[in-house]
């Protein structure tokens, strides 16, 4: 940490030097401008680049058989240009891992492809995608998803099982959308005061997110044991504790979210405090097993604790909620 410390002239004006290195660095000379903001954390900020165009990030990959996992890499780290050049050709195999991937990733467009190289370019501009809009899309999806994936395991609805497995795409497409934009945020301190989010709730909204696809996967897994009854509906006396007990924590991973993108304190904590009842109702529900066909009360069983994995999930998001004005 470099101190300075605060001088006033005769007329009553502060100031303080700047670091030398910083401004050799940044081309800053007698009579340069700079910017200069107060951030809503009472931060000062300078910025001695102010008005120029954001230069466009751009990184070269070669082929390698990792090059899904190192072009979404590149992405979240909010890179605009990925370029994929190999030193004689692209071959079809890693051409169609290359179009697969970009096709995952929100705003990444193939903008020029030839024999030896394609590039990628991300359309999105971060200050126009705010980053509670973008979650709150998360979670309409995955909402979705875990309301319909225990539909169907009443039902035995393989149809509509199948139809959620295909939605987890989506809420990892926005997964990885907010994870961008909120790196992006935290690299730009200007964007922050723009779309009104500091960096603890990058943090905050990092974490949420994560929960909230976590939700969207284990959602997609009761889907699967949906599928694995072949068609068959849960008889009644069974049906009614399990739609119960999906009921009540269907309704605390909402109420999560509220809270937390709210910052209501009182939804919170009525998150957490349900954990009594849903534990007496998930017992309840594990007991009837006994009374199921062997191959039915394991499905039963292995889903009932995805239910509980996903309360738990939103009870870590409850507990992310900050009371307003914090």
Same mark, same amino acid.
């Given at each position: =940490? ?92 890693? @051409? ?8 995952? /990733? ?12 394609? &590039?990628?370019?991300? /359309? ?12 709150? @899309? ?14 169907? =395991? ?14 987890? *795409? ?41 929960? +909230?696809?976590? &939700? ?6 009761? $889907?699967?044991? $949906? ?10 006396? %069974? ?14 991973? *909402? ?40 191959? +039915? ?5 292995? +889903? ?6 996903? %309360? ?5 998001? !409850? ?6 004005? !914090?």
């Amino acid at each position: =940490m470099d101190l300075r410390k605060i001088q006033k002239t005769r007329g009553g004006t502060f100031f303080v030097t700047l670091p030398k290195e910083w401004a050799v660095k940044n081309g800053i000379n007698q009579g340069s401008v700079v910017s200069t903001s107060i951030a809503s954390d009472g931060h000062l900020i300078i910025d001695p680049q102010y008005n120029l165009e954001p230069i466009l990030r751009i990184i070269v990959l070669k082929p390698t058989p990792y090059l899904s996992r190192e072009i979404i890499g590149k992405y979240l780290l909010g890179y605009d240009i990925i370029r994929v050049e190999a030193k004689d050709r692209i071959t079809v195999e890693q @051409r169609e891992a290359i179009k697969e991937t970009s096709s995952r /990733l929100i705003g990444l467009e193939i903008i020029e492809e030839d024999y030896t190289k394609m &590039v990628m370019q991300c /359309l999105l501009e971060p200050s126009a995608l705010p980053p509670e809009k973008v979650l709150r @899309r998360e979670h309409l999806i995955t909402s979705g998803m875990f309301n319909d994936a225990l539909t169907a =395991m009443v039902e035995g609805d393989v149809q509509l099982a199948k139809n959620v497995i295909s939605r987890d *795409n989506e809420a990892d497409r926005l997964y990885f959308l907010l994870v961008r934009i909120l790196r992006t945020v935290i690299q730009n301190p200007g964007l922050n005061e723009k779309l009104e989010i500091s960096p603890i709730d990058c943090l905050d909204y990092r974490l949420t997110a994560s929960l +909230v696809e976590s &939700v969207g996967d284990l959602s997609s897994q009761i $889907a699967d044991y $949906a599928t694995h009854l072949n068609g068959k509906r849960l008889d009644i006396e %069974y049906s009614k504790p399990f739609s119960k007990l999906y009921k009540i924590i269907h309704e605390s991973y *909402n109420d999560a979210l509220t809270a937390f993108l709210s910052r209501n304190i009182s939804i919170a904590a009525s998150v957490r405090n349900r954990k009594t009842d849903i534990t007496e109702m998930h017992l309840q529900a594990d007991s009837i097993c006994n009374t199921l066909p062997l191959d +039915v009360a394991q499905n039963i069983i292995s +889903v009932n604790s995805l239910i509980n994995q996903i %309360y738990d999930h939103s009870v870590d998001i !409850s507990d992310l909620t900050t009371p307003k004005g !914090s």
